[in-house]
């Protein structure tokens, strides 16, 4: 059994600790052992949100050294740059195409990161970058709030899970009237990465 380490970071609101539960449940039903932690920082206020997830035969911690991470899946481009050290070296990294600019950057104290600026520090450590446009898919199929699932889309084409494993755990944590536009918005995610 291979090990992954996850980490998924964004702000409030986004849902990347349901999306995180969510992948913690699949690998479970996959026969995995799995350990998760949560940190968030003022989340409701749209403050930092951030999950160690991690995967493999035996898990004795939930915590993620710095320069360990697999997968870096980022739900905001600042809080993907923010946590870029911890990417291990050719890891791979999976970012929403979405700002949301914290109050010092619209006070002009601070310095929002341009798409190429992005790009060149998770290319420090990587090639393997994917921009994708998880919030604008969302919001075109009618329902913001299905960004976490697009993003586990993307996510899914790294990981050794079947899709019916993925179908059952997402059916576990959303009510049944909302699974269709979430597999929709699923599978419009695996269609992202080529």
């Not at 697999?70 to 990417?87: P, S």
């Not at 899970?161 to 059952?168: N, Q, R």
């Amino acid at each position: 059994m291979k090990k992954f380490d996850l980490l998924l970071t964004g702000v409030g609101g986004q849902g990347n600790i349901l999306a995180s539960d969510i992948i913690g449940d699949v690998a479970l039903t996959a026969g995995y052992d799995v350990k998760k932690t949560d940190t968030l920082g003022m989340a409701q206020r749209g403050g930092s949100v951030i999950s160690h997830l991690r995967i493999a035969a035996q898990v004795f911690s939930p915590l993620i050294k710095e320069g360990e991470v697999d997968i870096l899946i980022g739900f905001e481009k600042l809080e993907t740059v923010r946590w870029a050290n911890y990417l291990k070296p050719g890891g791979i990294a999976i970012i929403n195409n979405y700002a949301i600019p914290p109050l010092s950057v619209n006070q002009g104290l601070e310095h929002y990161p341009t798409d190429a600026e992005v790009k060149n520090i998770i290319g420090q450590r990587t090639d393997k970058l994917y921009l994708v446009d998880g919030s604008q898919k969302a919001a075109e199929l009618g329902n913001a709030r299905t960004l976490n699932i697009f993003m586990l889309g993307c996510l899914s084409k790294f990981l050794p899970f079947e899709i019916k494993d993925w179908e059952v755990g997402i059916a576990l944590h959303l009510p049944e009237r909302l699974l269709k536009l979430n597999m929709t918005a699923f599978e419009l995610g695996r269609k992202e990465i080529r």
